[in-house]
């Protein structure tokens, strides 16, 4: 068990630029999730998904943002035309359907500037 | 819709001593979850203890327990002998039970720190 990893853990965009990024959950694990965390706050959520099925949606994910599990394992999140208020960690995190609570597990988070 | 608040920004203990992290929350459902988590600088999140609503034993974890008061919506962390590893930011999260919706409702966070 190797944890949630995601990639790039860092990455730097000019305005206007599309970035993607991904997830890898713990393995067998089929809830995922997408958070985002600005400096000085808590994580927000973004969005989930049982298996392939996007289940859930925040309204902080504008039509700019974009995920998908395409086969139930990893994920992506895209955001379109970045403007600089996305400069924010992302965050995935995965959990077992099941499991005693239901407990999620976060990976160290994507950081990603927007100038 | 559920709230939760953190209103300590900063705190501050010595090693070997006894802190308490205050958290509350507010909602009108009668099943949910409860959790702290501990954000080190290294950044990733890291599930410390969790209560279940219905659980009215406090929930223990080693040096870490919990004092949750349902009817006051309160759910504070005491950490117990604290150690320099456990300097990082404290995130109490609300979740609600039923299977409606898995999201993590997130305080503002504590940031801890140990004093040698």
């Known amino acids: 068990d190797t944890g949630v990893s995601q990639d790039p853990r860092h990455k730097i965009t000019k305005r206007g630029q599309n970035v993607t990024f991904r997830c890898d959950p713990i393995?067998?694990?089929?809830?995922l999730y997408w958070y985002r965390q600005t400096l000085g706050q808590g994580p927000e959520f973004l969005t989930y998904?049982?298996?392939?099925?996007?289940?859930?949606k925040s309204r902080l994910l504008s039509d700019r943002f974009s995920a998908e599990r395409p086969k139930g394992s990893f994920s992506t999140l895209e955001i379109q035309r970045t403007e600089q208020g996305d400069s924010a960690m992302y965050l995935c995190?995965?959990?077992?359907?099941?499991?005693?609570?239901?407990?999620?597990?976060f990976g160290e988070g994507s950081w990603l500037t927007v100038v | 819709a559920q709230t939760v608040t953190q209103s300590q920004p900063e705190m501050s203990v010595q090693e070997a001593e006894t802190v308490t992290l205050s958290c509350t929350y507010d909602t009108s459902e009668s099943d949910y979850y409860l959790f702290w988590y501990k954000q080190p600088p290294s950044r990733q999140m890291i599930l410390v203890i969790r209560q279940e609503a219905y659980k009215q034993q406090n929930a223990t974890e080693n040096r870490f327990s919990v004092n949750f008061q349902k009817a006051a919506k309160s759910f504070s962390l005491k950490i117990s002998d604290s150690q320099l590893g456990d300097a990082a930011m404290y995130f109490c999260?609300?979740?609600?039970?039923?299977?409606?919706?898995?999201?993590?409702?997130f305080g503002t966070g504590t940031l801890l720190a140990v004093q040698p």
């Open positions: 998904f049982q298996n392939e099925a996007q289940l859930e």
């Open positions: 393995s067998e694990h089929n809830r």
């Open positions: 995190a995965s959990s077992l359907l099941g499991n005693s609570g239901n407990t999620i597990y």
């Open positions: 999260a609300y979740r609600s039970g039923g299977g409606a919706t898995n999201k993590l409702i």
